[in-house]
């Protein structure tokens, strides 16, 4: 994948191809090098008024002459454009990166134009009230999926057209969650309606998922159980969809002012993260391999002070295995055969939508009118801790509940969307309902079986904004009102009610409250329980996960809830280890996770490769012997795992030029596990073995 369309494109997408890579390109889609349509070089007039502007008039930039960009109508035909070399130069795919406009943005002369031309409205400060900041943010969203659907027709017909087939296109995109946390507008669920997309890349890394939420009132970093619910969202988001989805593993982050065992920890708590859902395994395994390979950290915090010790250190050799094995490794991830060691039929769901992101943060005009405590309290609830939400997810993740994060928007985009759910989490509270069909998808499922628990206190602000439930303001109607009225209890009150052959429980509580203390965690998890084990299943409450998934087994064990540590018995290869090292158990304690090959689920009696540090390229076997072709990486310290392999008598590695590699050296350990270790050669070998 190369990245950024700039005269050197030519050449980057050749040289890759003549070594024999398909090439895809990746581009910002919200901004770029695009001084050429700044300046007015690609129509002849300036285009500065479409950069991102804030209240105070200044640009929202990513670099000097590099704003974030209002997509106009003049911007996507641009792009489109702009792309079509790419196609002519012979990429497959273009990943259109980033669609993102801020928040605290909105002040600048074409996002006024598009506001009057879509509302028919002169454009109004969308900090003055929560209705005009909700229909700026709406607005942002949905000018972003026009120009992606603008630019993904735009260059399909031009391909096909000149090329006789269609490129592909693609979004990598942050996930709904973060883009919420960070009060980043961005389509999002509505990238779901674009035909001529093919998939997306759910760019969810440390740098996102170290975001600090809160628990049992302490605001900290939760790599683990923050990716887990990102990736749980990007997931949903092609659900019953024929798109594609790519989880991204990045071995460092944006911030080069970590250290690598800092970079490794977080790392290797994203990729676990992402192995526990299943249904995905499509991964782009090393954005930016220069960065990593090559870069040295921490850098100094201020590059121009001489006087400040250079520490920074090239990555380990021990991570730098590490990293290819896992590369390797997941490329066997297709594995259809999975299930959770615990709570495996509990198919419980917490819902999120777009409409989080529209009202992320609550206006001046609201601001202005509170005092006090309630001041603090709108500032809590529109921080990057994002306690709404997470109020909701934490305490599920932390005691073992393997949670499906919901995309709740997607119940109007495929049919029995929440089929596959027994229990659904709900609170309008800090989202909105798109439409009536929402509220009335819901009740139908209940009205099926499921179970809702809805919690909230009907008390958010945006519940006033002129909108489908209230009559376009001319009265006070929620949401939930509506929601309860469909599905015909009848009542508010926090209760429980059957409906039909399901129930609705409420808990009147703020989800944001149950983030700050212990004791009202306890309240919702006891509602929860009850609602569990009412409907006859059982919750067993742990703080880990532990996946299997085909013959690999993947555990996580998490702090902060209990205080158990998780022992596994078997015999296992552990794949986060750079030399494959065999065990016959581990003990995993809070904070710790693993990644295992499980060598008593091989069905086989022939030699199966377990984990490899190389790309293998060919295998064949006789009576006699075995020849791997393997592509390596230079000067690397790499390993050959095989199980079932007892039998060979020894092993010649052979380089691209016919020579012997030097130094191989075969471990055995008694019960058929044998690994193969020598240096990587930058070319192919050929691993030759006896038996």
């Not at 929202?60 to 109508?73: A, E, F, L, S």
């Not at 990943?95 to 943005?105: A, C, M, N």
Request: net charge negative.
């Amino acid at each position: 994948m190369v990245y950024g369309n700039d005269p050197t494109l030519y050449d980057r997408i050749g040289e890759y191809r003549k070594q024999g890579y398909r090439v895809h390109l990746m581009t910002g889609m919200a901004w770029g090098n695009y001084q050429d349509y700044l300046y007015g070089k690609w129509d002849g007039r300036s285009h500065w008024s479409e950069a991102q502007v804030r209240a105070d008039g200044q640009i929202v930039g990513h670099g000097k002459d590099i704003p974030y960009m209002v997509p106009t109508v003049s911007f996507a035909d641009y792009i489109s454009e702009s792309l079509r070399k790419a196609v002519d130069a012979g990429v497959e795919a273009i990943h259109l990166e980033e669609p993102e406009f801020w928040d605290f943005s909105g002040y600048s002369k074409a996002f006024r134009d598009e506001y009057a031309i879509y509302y028919r409205e002169p454009w109004q400060d969308p900090q003055q009230d929560i209705a005009t900041h909700y229909k700026c943010a709406q607005l942002k969203a949905y000018l972003y999926a026009r120009a992606i659907r603008r630019v993904a027709d735009s260059i399909k017909e031009y391909s096909y057209q000149k090329f006789g087939k269609a490129v592909r296109v693609y979004i990598p995109t942050h996930s709904l969650i973060n883009y919420t946390q960070w009060k980043i507008m961005s389509p999002e669920g509505l990238l779901n309606d674009i035909p001529s997309l093919d998939g997306f890349i759910a760019q969810v890394w440390t740098g996102t998922s170290r975001t600090q939420n809160m628990y049992r009132g302490k605001l900290a970093e939760r790599t683990f159980e923050t990716a887990y619910c990102e990736f749980s969202i990007m997931q949903e988001l092609v659900k019953k969809s024929n798109k594609q989805m790519w989880f991204l593993a990045d071995p460092i982050e944006d911030n080069p002012r970590y250290d690598w065992s800092d970079y490794r920890k977080n790392y290797f708590e994203t990729v676990i993260a992402s192995l526990l859902h299943p249904e995905v395994h499509h991964y782009e395994v090393c954005p930016w391999p220069n960065r990593v390979f090559n870069g040295k950290y921490p850098k100094n915090n201020r590059s121009d002070d001489k006087e400040v010790e250079d520490k920074s250190k090239p990555i380990p050799e021990t991570y730098r295995t590490q990293l290819i094995n896992m590369f390797q490794t997941l490329c066997n991830m297709d594995q259809p055969d999975y299930r959770f060691a615990e709570n495996n039929e509990i198919h419980l769901g917490v819902a999120l939508s777009d409409t989080g992101l529209y009202q992320r943060s609550y206006p001046q005009g609201v601001l202005s009118d509170s005092k006090g405590d309630l001041k603090e309290t709108f500032d809590f609830y529109s921080s990057d801790a994002f306690p709404m939400f997470y109020g909701l997810a934490l305490p599920l993740v932390k005691h073992g509940m393997p949670i499906r994060c919901v995309q709740i928007d997607n119940v109007l985009r495929s049919s029995n969307y929440l089929s596959d759910l027994k229990y659904l989490i709900l609170s309008y509270d800090f989202m909105k309902p798109l439409s009536p069909a929402v509220n009335s998808e819901i009740a139908a499922w209940v009205q099926n079986g499921g179970v809702l628990i809805y919690i909230g206190d009907n008390q958010d602000p945006y519940n006033r904004i002129p909108a489908w439930w209230n009559d376009n303001g001319k009265s006070r109607y929620t949401p939930l009102q509506h929601l309860f009225d469909v599905l015909g209890t009848g009542s508010l009150t926090p209760a429980v009610s059957s409906v039909s052959k399901g129930k609705v429980y409420r808990l009147n509580m703020n989800p944001a409250e149950i983030c700050e203390s212990a004791n009202a965690e306890n309240v919702y998890l006891n509602l929860v329980t009850d609602a569990i084990s009412r409907s006859n299943d059982a919750w067993e409450k742990t703080n880990r996960f532990t996946l299997y998934r085909g013959p690999y087994v993947i555990s996580a064990v998490m702090e902060e809830s209990l205080a158990t540590s998780t022992e596994l018995k078997g015999d296992f290869v552990d794949l986060l280890q750079p030399d494959f090292n065999y065990l016959n158990q581990i003990s995993l304690q809070p904070g710790q996770n693993a990644l295992l090959f499980d060598l008593n689920r091989i069905q086989s009696e022939s030699v199966e490769i377990i984990g490899t540090t190389g790309r293998i390229l060919s295998q064949t076997a006789t009576q006699t012997k075995l020849v791997f072709e393997i592509k390596t990486t230079k000067n690397v310290n790499s390993y050959l795992a095989l199980a079932n392999a007892s039998t060979i008598s020894t092993v010649k590695i052979i380089d691209d030029q016919g020579n012997l590699v030097a130094n191989v050296v075969r471990k055995y350990d008694g019960i058929g596990y044998t690994t193969i270790n020598y240096t990587g050669t930058g070319s192919m070998i050929r691993i030759n073995i006896l038996k």
